[in-house]
């Protein structure tokens, strides 16, 4: 097979199985539903998945990166934390499953990755990535490797304090970011008007009033936030990603104008934020390049 590994992401609704080469290069993918409940079928599914791309790589012998949500152990070999999804997932072995050198990360760690390796920071070396959706998910690259910290729970960016006032999320800190532009908080935000982000964009764009108040609170909180990364890592890049970065201009353009505000640009230097170039292969592709980083240093 050469310099070939397989990534598998395991989300909530779709298994994305791919094979990649050195270069990032997708050769053959596989999806398949994940039918979250019964652990026995989404698990046989995972198998499925990576069966099909193996025989379609033309080796068994494969090394294999896993993205999955939730926090890994220590040898990163198994989720040990994940509470209320995908029961079954925390402490399973998959190498023992898979019949298979297998490695298993953060989600949105692996989808750090995969910007890092092949996508908009490729080169770069100390870069931070929020991923802006139901939720907001983060990850953190610090002299060229994806940085997990103790507990491998370091980059969950969304859980920092925008107002200390706020109500508390649901890992118990006030006011977080994730609630601030978070999906998940969007009709308590609006009083119950709107029931989705894309719904108070499109409010937006009509020239709603309550619309833009609410819309640009929510993006002067992200720039707050932003702006106290860039004082605390001093990353070369912010990376963007999830369905909210989907608004285009109506998020860059007003975020570019608070960063002006609040960022310390000291000496002149300011801290590019672009938009991330992986879709929804993020996950699977920073697996697999993972899994061979990792099978290459042991």
């Known amino acids: 097979m050469g310099n070939t590994a397989i990534g598998v992401d395991l989300g909530g609704t ?15 993918q596989h999806y398949l ?13 995972v198998a499925e998945a990576v069966r099909q791309v193996q025989e379609k790589t033309g080796g068994n012998e494969s090394i294999i990166g896993i993205s999955a949500p939730g926090l890994p152990n220590t040898e ?45 920071a490729k080169g770069k070396r100390n870069v931070a990535m929020l991923t802006l959706g139901t939720g907001v ?19 969950h ?15 118990g800190i006030p006011g977080s970011l994730e609630d601030a532009i978070g999906n998940c908080t969007i009709e308590a935000r609006t009083y119950g008007r709107f029931q989705s982000t894309s719904l108070l964009l499109e409010a ?12 640009l609170t929510s993006v002067k909180k992200l720039a707050i936030g932003l702006a106290s990364l860039t004082n605390i890592l001093s990353p070369e890049m912010i990376i963007l990603g999830g369905g909210i970065t989907e608004a285009g201009a109506d998020l ?46 042991i």
């Open 204 to 215: 937006f764009r009509q020239g709603d009033q309550f619309a833009a108040e609410v819309w």
């Open 137 to 155: 998910g983060g990850a953190l690259l610090i002299e060229g490797k994806p940085y997990q910290g103790a507990f491998n729970k370091a980059g």
């Open 14 to 28: 779709r298994i994305k199985a791919l094979a990649i080469d050195e270069s990032g290069n997708v050769l053959h």
């Open 252 to 297: 860059f353009g007003p975020l570019e104008t608070y960063m002006g505000i609040y960022e310390w640009r000291a000496g002149g230097h300011k801290t590019e934020i672009v938009k991330a170039q992986f879709g929804d292969l993020s996950g699977a592709v920073g697996a697999a390049c993972y899994a061979m980083e990792t099978a290459m240093n």
């Open 76 to 120: 990163n070999s198994a989720i040990a934390f994940m509470p209320g999804r995908l029961q079954g997932l925390e402490n399973f072995i998959w190498s023992d499953f898979l019949k298979s050198r297998t490695f298993v990360l953060n989600d949105a760690i692996s989808a750090m990755l995969a910007e890092a390796r092949y996508g908009a």
């Open 157 to 171: 960016l969304g859980h920092m304090v925008i107002d200390s006032s706020g109500d508390r999320d649901i890992t």
């Open 33 to 45: 539903p994940t039918l979250d409940g019964d652990d026995s079928v989404w698990k046989n599914a």
